[in-house]
């Protein structure tokens, strides 16, 4: 059965005993609830609403009648009556946890970006064309970490449907605040407070000096990586390893599906760029997890060169889903 009995304020019986009376016509049978809270009889005498802080936990009932509690339509489900004409049930009800005492990294939740349509103008990704995304269509997103002022880093489970390009040096130069800008319209004001593409930890969003292999030098210092004072210029952008840490330490990887398809995993950009061998890069996460070169954007004449979208989003901190476990099966659930 469905919920049979939703309202309960104006049908208080007996302040003492904390019962509340209703009639349901389409059932013909009386229901007569009372409460407890974590166990314990209520001195309130005020049926708990939705808006309270309680949930319901368990449904007790008499004369073999067995019920449900319904936190989300607020009201018994699934009765089965055994034709007693009143039934008489106790809820009881249990202090609501707040969402960051119950979310841990690794949980799923599903939470659905305001937009559904953007734009990335060609001016930012040195493509002939603007290009279009359905931030909308990434809804399921996985917990990274739950920060010390309450808002928690998601990134999406999948990556998007379409693959956004970037050429030549204008791709290049705007790469990282391309990618954010892209990011942040994977966002519901609702519920989220910000966002970041994967590798972003403060590197140089937008380059204006034309750039040269004077500028650059030569990158590569040995055993030390990238040289850390051409971040500027991208040629020393080592910034983006603090998030694949992240991501692989609780996700255990960086692999990726399209949202498109369960069959394959697939490649996406990654923030971070690459200058090398004179050439310029975007960097990207490949199909198997590994961080690679990425995609050239200008070797030696600018190329056109796509990948996927993988966005993070953070949530606002003292949020409550309205359902789920984080579960795969039962995300927490942000409508």
């Known amino acids: 059965g469905g919920i049979i009995y939703r309202s309960y304020a104006t049908y208080q019986e007996n302040k003492s005993y904390n019962v509340i009376k ?74 609501k946890e707040t969402f960051n005492e119950k979310v841990k990294p690794g949980d799923y939740v599903k939470m659905t970006p305001f937009s559904n349509s953007f734009t990335i103008s060609k001016e930012l990704t040195g493509h002939t064309e603007d290009q279009i995304i359905n931030p909308q269509e990434l809804n399921l997103w996985r917990v990274l970490q739950i920060n010390s002022d309450g808002t928690i880093d998601m990134i999406s489970e999948y990556t998007s449907s379409t693959k956004i390009a970037l050429r030549g040096q204008t791709g290049y130069k705007n790469y990282i605040g391309t990618l954010n800008i892209l990011a942040s319209a994977y966002t ?34 040995g055993e030390t990586g990238w040289d850390p004072n051409n971040e500027p210029y991208g040629g020393g952008d080592i910034l983006y390893g603090k998030d694949t840490t992240l991501i692989i330490n609780t996700l255990g990887t960086l692999c990726a599906y399209n949202i498109n398809s369960e069959d394959y ?47 993070i989003v953070t949530l606002k901190p003292n949020l409550n889903p309205i359902q789920g476990d984080g579960s795969q099966k039962d995300p927490w659930l942000f409508q």
């Open 265 to 311: 995993t697939v490649t996406y950009w990654l923030g971070a760029r690459l200058y090398w061998a004179k050439s310029f890069h975007g960097r990207r996460v490949n199909s198997d997890g590994t961080t690679g070169n990425g995609r050239w954007l200008e070797y030696p004449n600018p190329e056109d060169s796509s990948d996927f979208i993988r966005p």
């Open 22 to 95: 209703g009639t349901i016509p389409d059932f013909g049978y009386d229901i007569k609830l009372a409460y407890t809270i974590n166990g314990e009889e209520d001195n309130k005498n005020i049926f708990p609403s939705k808006e309270s802080n309680y949930v319901g936990k368990s449904v007790t009932c008499k004369n073999n009648v067995t019920a449900e509690w319904d936190n989300i339509n607020w009201g018994l489900k699934n009765i089965k009556n055994t034709n007693s004409e009143t039934i008489r049930c106790t809820v009881d009800f249990k202090t």
């Open 188 to 221: 519901n004001n609702k519920y989220t407070i910000g966002s970041r593409y994967p590798g972003y930890n403060g590197q140089t969003e937008f380059i204006t000096e034309t750039l040269s292999t004077e500028i650059l030098g030569s990158p590569y210092t």
